[in-house]
């Protein structure tokens, strides 16, 4: 038996992600604007990475709170109070290293090996393979799509409930589509969780960015103290901080032990200089918060607009997040295209492919950019599609 067959299955069978395939095929092109990963072009402001930096000098570098400093949860508590009207106690949350870690970390609190876990799609690939990685089985209910929009019906969701589903994992705003639950989406899925005795995983780290004004509607709004919500949280989108891979989880306090525990047997915590540049984001960071969302919003006019405008493009711009997901007329081997438009349009996209059941036909593109490389871009595209 050679070393590779030797690990465990579970490792073995993890997928390679389609979109880092792509990546890796054109990270280093010479002009290449790249629109594949989920994430903006800016660096993180100064006010979230001095405190950081002055906090690392000043030799906060030994173990700290595995739940996260107090003053951190206690402004993740404010933040919520702000944006959501919750008031939420400092035991309802757990710091994380990372989004993903807060996903995986939900995942093994509420599933056992064999679980099923439905997952609306098309989805951002990532939660099915580390609930793989879990034991957990992955069950997709689709999104509808007609005339480039994307809606939930429940009934579909309820369809493929059995007595092995253990969860439900909601994503709204979605990437990659951007389709975003109303209200009345949110308390049909809820009520589904409460009569079936499941779990929710709520990924709304989108949630500030939603085009109709405000923020989007949560399952923070209509729910009761005991139901089975777990909400999965990131700084990486709102701030400008995806490489500092800090996240956090809200969770009914009497589980945030559990979590906590996970925490210990995975990272023993987050760094301490590092949740003092995530306690500033906080605490000054709204209105940077609100120039993002007002530079998402010009750019995915202009670059929806721009696809739409070849007559060869089949979207609509998303009510929530900050992608395009679009079908190009003709095209059906989206990975195949993902490497073609690196090398003949130097335009970096994650094929359809990634995303499951759904999204096969589609690419998707991170608008949240600078606005000349997003106008760049699309007439790039523009160019290529015409060509075809």
Known sequence: MNQLDSLSRRAIQAPE??????????????????????????????????????????GETFYTWQRGIPELRQALSDYHARHFGRILPLD???????????IKIAI??????????????PAWPNFAAAL?????????????????????????IASVITPKTRALFINTPSNPTGWTATRE?????????????????????????????????????????????IFV???????????WRVGWIVAPPAIIQVLENSVQYQTSGVPQFMQKGALAALEHGDAYVEAQIAKARAAREMFCDALTGTNRVETQKPDGAFYAFFRID????????????????????????????????????CFLRRLDHVEDAAGRLADYISAL
């Open 233 to 243: 949280n990131t700084f990486s989108k709102n701030w400008s901080m995806t490489g």
């Open 108 to 121: 093994e609190a509420v599933v056992n090996p064999g679980d099923e876990v439905i997952q609306i799609t």
């Open 185 to 229: 989406d949110l308390v049909a899925i809820l009520e589904l969780a409460r009569k079936h005795g499941l779990w929710i995983i709520a990924d709304e780290i989108y949630t500030r960015f939603f085009y109709a004004g405000g923020r989007a509607p949560s399952f923070l709004d209509i729910m009761n103290d005991d139901d089975r919500i």
């Open 17 to 58: 992600s389609g979109i880092v395939t792509v990546v890796n095929h054109g990270r280093l092109k010479p002009g290449l604007i790249p629109l594949w990963a989920g994430e903006g072009d800016e660096i993180t402001p100064e006010f979230i990475s001095r405190p950081a930096a002055d906090a690392l000098l000043a």
């Open 92 to 102: 309802s949350f757990c710091v994380t290293g990372s989004g993903m870690q807060a």
């Open 330 to 365: 003709g095209v059906t081997d989206t990975k195949t295209a993902a490497i073609d438009i690196v090398d003949r349009a130097g335009v970096g996209l994650a094929p359809g492919t990634a995303f499951g059941a759904g999204g096969s036909a589609f690419l998707r593109a």
């Open 132 to 156: 793989g990685m879990s034991g957990g089985v992955p069950v997709a209910a689709r999104l509808d799509y007609v005339d480039g929009r994307w809606n939930i019906d429940p009934d579909r």
